[in-house]
DNA sequence: GCCGTTTTCGGCCCGACTGTTTTCAGTCG
């Protein structure tokens, strides 16, 4: 039992209570209880009533209810909340504009119970006979439904290394002497993934077995002696395939992919009178002997290409670059010596100051900006400017004490929607660093958003465009605006743009990021953490960066915090 | 359901936006 499992059990009963219309305070207490578990660095299933208790967040209830699960799987709780609603209510839940109270609504006065009832509900135009819906109402759960129907199948990419992580360390434990490795949209850093596709090399075919009988199959969808797949709880697919050790490179190449690359690579190989498949490369007409199969690098090499990182393997010019020896040097996770965007308990963060610090010090981070939200975020507790001030005088008489981690006094601004910002100039003039940041408004059109932006990277104390598309992967495209443009002005005015590292935002992406690295724009990568654990969600950012093309030189964050704050867009000429 | 304690009860981040209204309910963050 897994504090992710604990973790969806709580968060069940959190929604299904609020779906019920129960005590909010109670419903948040489940919530909190799911977050904490989900985060925990321990496992919460070793840990007796008492040690429970001891977490803040957790009383006598919610550690009972804890024990429960991890002893027998579920909570009586739970199941007596699925008797009264039926789980595939949740789904609808996940729909963007679909809340508790329209769930509650759907499913007691049209017995709406599934996505496909809801659909046909709204096609038929009888949602729009309950109180409180509209046509409006309706096509905009059309729409959620189809942007569903886009992302189905789909997981966040940390979700999805969590499973396959759990999976390989297991086929491990299994086959000691073989070669377990993700493979597939996973290694190659993909923001999203399909599926899970592991590859182990030079294991024994009783592995299959193991396989199949992990207890996170739900379904056994294929089974043989090289490849088997499996459905994992959580909706995940799973294919495992064996090769001998002797292919391990070309295996892993192969099923690396992207296809596009594959196939351009398999092309490059006919034209070079070879033929490449999983097992090897081979001299055409002769499968006897390959030239090469043991070492990725070895295939690379043979089709005259310098290795190309798994994350470049998307038919973007790595093949170009990788025969002219010009691939860039990605980023590494080492290369960050500070994360420029985090919260406290301030405003909507989880730890204090002192606590954030601490673990951004033990990441081996040289500096760190703390930025809390602006007063316009009420929800989060924002602040305005004599609360900005005044943390920044606690942050820096903080930093003065010398704690082995250089502290900068900063501000998560909201841009408004006409784009101006949310703190006084002379409050934001007063800071370390101001990231701006669009958190509501998104339904303005291409127009006025591209005009917001543009304005707000006018103003001279912005340093950073937080997360600025705004996008939330699998559940909201970003909102319309002109991206190069928006880029090419941050560049022109040294206003760095953000790769936020939360791990549903990943705003820039990929393709963002490389082009405001080709247009001459800076970037930076930040976590956006909220608590201390969040930190490490930095490695997504930089899979995210590395996806981009881009090097150290490119991040200015990877500078030391003197070199780094001159190349502030504040402390420029 | 959790927490604190001058209080074992009473408080618990709440404003913007939308779509439905005729003064508000629901959702989002």
């Given at each position: 039992m897994d504090n992710l499992e604990v973790a969806r059990i709580l968060g069940e009963i959190a929604d299904?209570?609020?779906?019920?219309?129960?005590?909010?305070?109670?419903?948040?207490?489940?919530?909190?209880?799911?977050?904490?578990a989900a985060n925990h660095p321990h496992q919460l299933a070793t840990l007796d009533e008492a040690s429970l208790r001891e977490i803040p967040g957790i009383g006598k209830d919610l550690a009972a209810r804890i024990?429960?699960?991890?002893?027998?799987?579920?909570?009586?709780?739970?199941?007596?909340?699925?008797?009264?609603?039926?789980?595939?209510?949740?789904?609808?839940?996940?729909?963007?504009?679909v809340g508790p109270k329209t769930v509650a609504a759907l499913y007691r006065d049209l017995g709406i119970r599934t996505l496909d009832d809801?659909?046909?509900?709204?096609?038929?135009?009888?949602?729009?006979?309950?109180?409180?819906?509209?046509a409006k109402k309706e096509a905009l759960i059309l729409r959620a439904l189809e942007e569903r129907r886009q992302h189905a199948g789909r997981h966040l990419l940390p979700e999805t290394d969590e499973v396959a992580t759990t999976l390989v360390d297991y086929l491990r434990a299994h086959a000691p002497g073989a070669t377990v490795t993700p493979?597939?949209?996973?290694?190659?850093?993909?923001?999203?993934?399909?599926?899970?596709?592991?590859?182990?090399?030079?294991?024994?075919?009783s592995l299959m077995d193991h396989f199949v009988a992990h207890p996170l199959v739900e379904r056994v969808t294929g089974r043989g002696d090289t490849k088997s797949s499996v459905l994992i709880r959580g909706g995940f697919q799973a294919d495992l395939r064996l090769v001998a050790p002797e292919s391990r490179g070309a295996a892993l190449q192969y099923f690396t992919g992207s296809k596009a690359h594959n196939i351009a690579l398999r092309d490059r190989a006919i034209g070079l009178g070879f033929k490449l498949n999983e097992y090897g490369l081979f001299r055409a007409g002769d499968d006897t002997a390959p030239v090469a199969g043991e070492r990725e690098e070895d295939v690379y090499a043979a089709l005259g290409l310098d290795w190309i990182a798994p994350e470049l393997r998307e038919m973007r010019g790595e093949i170009d670059a990788a025969q002219a020896r010009a691939l860039p040097r990605l980023l590494n996770l080492t290369d960050l010596r500070g994360d420029l965007h985090m919260h406290t308990t301030e405003t909507d963060g989880k730890e204090n100051v002192l606590a954030m610090a601490g673990a951004a010090r033990e990441a081996g981070l040289e500096y760190i900006a703390v930025t809390d939200h602006s007063k316009s975020l009420a929800m989060a507790n924002g602040m305005d400017e004599r609360r900005t001030l005044a943390h920044a005088a606690r942050i820096r008489s903080i930093d003065a004490q010398g704690i082995g981690i250089r502290l900068l006094a900063g501000v998560e601004?909201?841009?408004?929607?006409?784009?101006?910002?949310?703190?006084?100039?002379?409050?934001l003039a007063a800071?370390?660093?101001?990231?701006?940041?669009?958190?509501?408004?998104?339904?303005?059109?291409?127009?006025?958003m591209t005009d917001r932006l543009l304005?707000?990277?006018?103003?001279?104390?912005?340093?950073?465009?937080?997360?600025?598309?705004?996008?939330l992967l699998l559940r909201r495209q970003p909102y319309p605006f002109d991206v190069a443009a928006v880029i090419d002005a941050a560049g022109a005015r040294g206003v760095a743009l953000e790769i936020n590292c939360q791990v549903n935002r990943l705003d820039l992406s990929d393709v963002h990021a490389r082009l405001a690295k080709e247009r001459g724009a800076r970037l930076v990568v930040s976590s956006d953490a909220h608590s201390r654990s969040a930190l490490r969600w930095l490695r997504w950012g930089v899979l995210v960066a590395r996806r981009a093309w881009l090097t150290g030189e490119n991040v200015i964050n990877t500078l030391p915090l003197d070199v780094f704050r001159g190349q502030l867009r504040r402390n420029q000429a």
């Open positions: 299904l209570l609020e779906i019920k219309s129960d005590n909010p305070f109670k419903i948040r207490a489940y919530r909190n209880g799911a977050e904490i024990r429960e699960i991890a002893d027998t799987g579920d909570a009586a709780f739970h199941r007596d909340l699925l008797a009264e609603l039926p789980s595939t209510v949740l789904d609808l839940l996940a729909l963007q504009g809801l659909e046909r509900a709204a096609i038929d135009g009888r949602v729009r006979s309950l109180r409180g819906m509209g493979v597939g949209s996973l290694r190659r850093g993909c923001e999203t993934c399909g599926d899970i596709d592991l590859l182990a090399a030079g294991a024994d075919v601004c909201d841009i408004k929607p006409d784009g101006s910002l949310d703190l006084a100039d002379d409050c800071l370390d660093l101001v990231v701006a940041s669009v958190h509501s408004g998104f339904n303005q059109d291409h127009r006025q304005r707000a990277l006018e103003n001279p104390y912005v340093d950073v465009l937080g997360h600025p598309t705004g996008r």
